[in-house]
C-alpha cells in the first residue's frame, strides 16, 4: 500500500525556517497532485499549500510569500520550505497526495501521512 512519511517538525522559535520533508512509497503509478495542511489545537484542518504533478502551485492566503512547496518526483518526496514562522502556524501538518496504483484495477486515490508537528515559539 501507499504511505506518506513527513518529518522535519518540531520546535522552532519565531522567525525560524524549518523545512518539512513527505516521502511517498509503495507501488504507485503515478503520484498526481500533492499538497500540505495543517490543524491546529481546536481549529479545522486546513490547505496551507498544493502542488501538480507538472509543478503548478497555490497557497493559502496566509502563508504566501512565506512559505515554498517543491517536488522532487524522482525521490517521490515533497517539501515545504517555511520562512518567518510565527507563533499562528504552530499546527500538526499533514502531507497528502492523490496517486494511481495498479493492483486488481486501476485506482486513483488520496492518501494522508500522519502528521509532524510543528509549533512556534514566540
Known amino acids: 500500500q501507499v504511505q506518506l512519511v513527513e518529518s522535519g517538525g518540531g520546535l522552532v522559535q519565531a522567525g525560524g525556517s524549518p523545512r518539512l520533508s513527505c516521502v511517498a512509497s509503495?507501488?504507485?503509478?503515478?503520484?498526481?497532485?500533492m499538497g500540505w495542511y495543517r490543524q491546529a489545537p481546536g481549529k479545522q484542518r486546513e490547505l496551507v499549500a498544493a502542488?501538480?504533478?507538472?509543478?503548478?502551485?497555490n497557497y493559502a492566503d496566509s502563508v504566501k510569500g512565506r512559505f515554498t512547496i517543491s517536488r522532487d518526483n524522482a525521490k517521490n518526496t515533497m517539501y515545504l520550505q517555511m520562512d518567518s514562522l510565527n507563533p499562528e502556524d504552530t499546527a500538526v501538518y499533514y502531507c497528502?497526495?492523490?496517486?494511481?496504483?495498479?493492483?486488481?484495477?486501476?485506482?486513483?486515490?488520496?492518501?494522508w501521512g500522519k502528521g509532524t508537528l510543528v509549533t512556534v515559539s514566540s
Open positions: 509503495g507501488l504507485m503509478l503515478n503520484i498526481n497532485g
Open positions: 502542488i501538480t504533478g507538472g509543478g503548478i502551485t
Open positions: 497528502n497526495a492523490d496517486v494511481t496504483t495498479v493492483k486488481s484495477g486501476i485506482i486513483r486515490r488520496a492518501y
